[in-house]
């Protein structure tokens, strides 16, 4: 599960970062672009996940077209997915606070 919104205190909007400081992370700026672009896969995944097992819940099993009309739950769970941050925002928070694990490949586990 992800934080809730309230819960999150990043700017939904793309900031400029100090590279040396993304750099510093691993020691590499290019491996640390691919550790964030694999978590920012991550979040989208499990972002999506969520929001079609929420959503589904809404499903209709009839194929009834004459009557349509708008749930109001269903439309604060889309708002609130779409107020998020964007995956890729949301991953290199992670990363610079350090809350991302990651190894090398072959690297032993500790």
Not at 43 to 69: G, M, R
């Amino acid at each position: 599960m992800l934080k809730k919104n309230n819960e999150f205190s990043i700017s939904p909007f793309a900031e400029t970062r100090n590279m040396d400081v993304i750099h510093e992370k691993t020691g590499n700026f290019y491996k640390s672009l691919v550790i964030m672009s694999k978590r920012a896969n991550q979040i989208n995944d499990e972002l999506k996940t969520e929001l079609l097992a929420k959503l589904n819940e809404f499903a209709t099993t009839s194929d009834n077209l004459e009557e349509v009309f708008e749930n109001r739950e269903q439309i604060e769970i889309s708002k609130y997915y779409e107020k998020l941050p964007n995956s890729a925002v949301m991953a290199l928070d992670e990363f610079l606070n350090d809350e991302i694990y990651y190894r090398e490949k072959g690297e032993e586990l500790k």
